[in-house]
């Protein structure tokens, strides 16, 4: 099973975990606040409010009929301040913009079976508007708020999702000192930034208990969803929504090319042994009904998905294809004269026996499963037709030997003609069994079946997962990642995937 301390669990069933809301060890109490109720806990500091271009300052009493957004605190109610409560708390949502950096995947194969790798960073950016004009020497404040994250299981967060990640500054200016000299030093613009590292928790996670995509091996493939929720571990005296999340980062100068806005800083390769990441799809989602005693849309997600297949050049070179090369020279056995029969009989018992010395080229490198693949229906169906124009070679034979047999060759008594029109049945009878039914529906349209359901190219919707049912996407994007991506980035990517515009075909 796919769990964060052991073994990965089926992508099918990965859940997320029910929020707990912890506060920080060296966070404050909270008590109950309205939508006007100053940060400080006590008014016995000095207060700037702006409004307009008019300044005010007050000594003593809260400041009324102001919003919170609007309270700037000045150099000396650092220590007054409840840092561990929302900024804008129960006035409007906090606005948190989303990098993903994606770094590295792989997939291993070990002990029959294949374990998915992969390693990132989930870059926020907000603003603090309390930290405006905070001096950078004395650091953040470790009970900062900050959001509670967490992930589905097997989606490690590390230690952001225990709330002890502390956010850092994200810009700073020097400015004049009031207490040390008037010398200059770092003082904060109120922006704060939070990279959280992500892994597949237990080692990886285990894409050999996934079954039902074999079926269409070696054309299988999977899509791995998983989802970062945020949550407001402090909600005394707020109000939904607390937060919303977008992708408006601005890009570099010099990568204005992969896009305007950086939604996803990209340095892996697109294979990994026998699998290539044909899509790498993220989105701001949201819940679409009441979840844990919060309201719709009130809670945002950002929702990833790895969508992987198999290359399967291997086993088209080295299985399918002489597999079905068999057929073909099975098909030649009527090139025989109809009144050979031992000849015939000889070249489709060898062809018999080469199908299976063709599968055990490729048997190392197969999974074992308690069902039959498409290569598995490919070489069935090859020598479904080595038994068929066998049969149909001796029916052949039966017919065009006259009444009461042979003793040794039939010679002129022979009826070659009436033979060949049972070579001729049986020939097409073959040909439409082996490339309409093996090729065409077997390999074409059942892979591509089982793709849809099970595979890569399933939408987000589709999945048996909690959180598929849960949590939706309300903006979707999809970084193609084929040979030509892979030939005009070579490995380094900042900027945009393409947007999606149907949300349940994502």
Not at 447 to 459: F, L
Request: aromatic share 12%; proline share 6%.
């Amino acid at each position: 099973m796919f769990s964060k301390k052991l073994s990965p669990l089926n992508s099918e069933e990965l859940e997320p975990l029910s929020p707990s809301h912890k506060r920080h060890k060296n966070s404050k109490k909270p008590t109950h606040l309205s939508s006007s109720t100053s940060f400080f806990k006590e008014p016995d500091k000095s207060y700037t409010t702006i409004q307009g271009e008019d300044v005010k300052k007050e000594k003593e009493g809260v400041i009324a009929d102001i919003p919170i957004a609007t309270v700037i605190p000045t150099s000396q109610n650092w220590e007054t301040i409840e840092w561990f409560r929302r900024p804008n708390a129960g006035v409007s949502p906090t606005m948190f913009t989303v990098v993903l950096c994606f770094k590295k995947w792989d997939v291993e194969s070990t002990g029959g079976k294949e374990i998915l790798t992969w390693n990132g960073v989930i870059e926020l950016y907000w603003d603090d508007f309390r930290l405006n004009g905070y001096p950078v020497d004395r650091g953040v404040p470790e009970d900062i708020w900050r959001p509670k994250t967490i992930g589905n299981t097997g989606f490690d967060l590390g230690v952001a999702e225990k709330g002890l990640q502390v956010p850092k500054f994200a810009k700073t200016s020097q400015q004049d000192s009031t207490h040390n000299n008037g010398k200059k030093e770092g003082v904060s613009d109120g922006s704060l930034k939070m990279h959280v590292p992500v892994k597949l928790g237990g080692g990886g996670f285990n894409m050999s208990e996934l079954l039902k995509r074999f079926r269409s091996f070696p054309y299988d493939s999977v899509r791995i969803d998983l989802i970062c929720q945020f949550h407001n571990p402090h909600k005394n005296g707020d109000s939904p929504p607390y937060l919303k999340l977008n992708f408006d980062r601005p890009n570099l100068k010099n990568r204005l090319n992969d896009g305007i806005y950086q939604h996803v800083d990209w340095t892996a390769t697109r294979h990994a042994n026998d699998y290539a990441l044909k899509q790498f799809s993220y989105a701001i989602g949201t819940n679409p009904t009441p979840l844990w005693g919060n309201p719709a849309a009130s809670l945002p997600g950002l929702l990833l998905s790895l969508q992987i297949a198999r290359t399967p050049n291997f086993y088209v070179s080295k299985g399918m294809t002489p597999l079905y090369l068999v057929s073909f020279f099975g098909l030649l056995t009527y090139s025989i004269e109809p009144a050979d029969l031992p000849s015939r009989i000889s070249l489709v018992s060898a062809l018999f026996f080469t199908v299976y010395a063709i599968q055990w080229v490729t048997i190392e490198r197969l999974p074992r499963l308690p069902f039959s693949t498409v290569l598995d229906g490919v070489a069935q169906s090859v020598v479904s037709a080595l038994i068929l124009i066998a049969v149909g070679t001796c029916v052949s034979f039966k017919m065009g030997r006259p009444k009461g047999g042979c003793s040794g060759e039939c010679g002129d008594d022979f009826d070659t003609e009436k033979a060949e029109v049972y070579d001729r049945i049986f020939a097409v009878v073959v040909m439409l069994y082996v490339g309409g039914y093996s090729f065409l529906y077997h390999v074409i349209y059942k892979s591509k079946q089982n793709e849809n359901e099970h595979g890569w190219t399933r939408p987000w919707v589709a999945g048996r997962a909690m959180s598929n049912k849960w949590f939706g996407p309300i903006e979707a994007y999809r970084l193609v990642t084929d040979e030509e991506f892979e030939d005009r980035t070579n490995k380094k990517f900042m900027g945009e995937g393409n947007r999606v515009e149907k949300n349940d075909e994502w």
